[in-house]
Nanobody, 126 residues
Framework: QVQLVESGGGLVQAGGSLRLSCAAS????????MGWFRQAPGKEREFVTA????????YYADSVKGRFTISRDNTKNTVYLQMNSLKPQDTAVYYC???????????????????WGQGTQVTVSS
């Protein structure tokens, strides 16, 4: 079992930056693909970005490509989401998720993941 805890959310003005962290339990963190999803009030959960278990591949939603960057530090059991040039439409609860030995474009689908964090709120003001 893997437990995930997100942190780093907050309030930021449009054009600003924010860095989210997701800390994972267990000793097999490096064997999990990690993804970030977000959900705004009244909307469906949507894919943001993901990195494969090997760390060799990353995937980004078109809406965040060029602005967001996913990275991982296996020594700290942590995955990060660096968000730059934030827009009001980025406002949402952001969730991290883990998928054992995950790879490929199927990582863009929320139902492929095995474990989820509790979420952290990101609010971007205009």
């Amino acid at each position: 079992q893997v437990q995930l805890v997100e942190s780093g959310g907050g309030l930021v003005q449009a054009g600003g930056s924010l860095r989210l962290s997701c800390a994972a339990s267990g000793r097999t963190f490096s064997q999990y693909a990690m993804g970030w999803f977000r959900q705004a009030p009244g909307k469906e959960r949507e894919f943001v970005t993901a990195t494969s278990w090997s760390g060799g591949s990353t995937y980004y939603a078109d809406s965040v490509k060029g602005r967001f960057t996913i990275s991982r530090d296996n020594t700290k059991n942590t995955v990060y989401l660096q968000m730059n040039s934030l827009k009001p439409q980025d406002t949402a609860v952001y969730y991290c998720a883990a998928d054992h030995m995950g790879w490929g474009t199927r990582l863009t689908s929320w139902n492929e993941y095995d474990y989820w964090g509790q979420g952290t709120q990101v609010t971007v003001s205009s």
